[in-house]
């Protein structure tokens, strides 16, 4: 009678497996007929192979002069400092670990004066370090924001570099030299525009010299915003 228990046990836990197999498959299946042209932009969202990106046909060819050039050069120029190389990537975790320092430096510039000095910040860094004395510490939840509205990443490796050293206990970063002047700049040289991404081409100068071309692309999302979702030679 027992072996018939378990019997019986193990098609029930079959059943309901099968049952949510099918529920997913179908679901799937309904996104993919309601998202229509919007299903690269939902595969987007799921991390999956991005390729078709790259395969849209151009639907306008925007010029380097305009606001949207502007802007997604802005993005770019998260990522300079001071040289006419930059790193390559293709998902979210390889931005973060190839340029969480030039974040975190662009961080300090733009808000120095709320970094610097912020007793509240500071006091909660000295009741974790109590033998540490800092005058500038960086929230890592500035750092992560960063990184989601301009890099759609969704979570953030926290972690020391040579520039900025991170305060596990307390959450934030203190840098270790003052911020570097940035003494390289975005130079745009075309752009194109899909139904779902922006592709830019640009390079790097520091006034002497140039840099090869690269090409960012970014997706768009349904806000009208847009985020860097790859960097390639």
Known sequence: MDHYGQYRRRRRRVRRGS????????????????????????????GLDLTEYRAEAVTEEPATESAICAEL???????????LELTPFTKGSEAVA???????????????????????????????????????VIPETDLEEVFSRYFGVQSVHHTSGELFTYLKRSGHYSP??????????VVPQSLVETAHTY???????????????????????DDGSCYLRSLTV
């Open 19 to 46: 049952m949510l197999l099918m529920l997913l498959l179908s679901a799937l299946f309904l996104v993919s007929c309601v998202a229509g042209s919007n299903m690269l932009w939902v595969r987007g969202v799921l």
């Open 73 to 83: 050069c802005a993005t770019v120029d998260l990522l300079v400092m001071d040289r």
């Open 98 to 136: 190839a340029y969480r320092e030039e974040i975190l430096n662009h961080l300090l510039q733009e808000r120095y004066s709320i970094y610097t000095g912020n007793a509240e910040a500071l006091a909660r860094v000295e009741e974790s370090y109590p033998r540490m004395t800092l005058s500038t």
């Open 176 to 185: 270790s030299v003052k911020s570097w002047e940035k003494s390289v700049t």
């Open 199 to 221: 592709r830019l081409t640009f390079c790097l100068t520091d006034g002497e010299a140039t840099s090869q071309s690269y090409e960012a692309l970014f997706v768009k999302r």
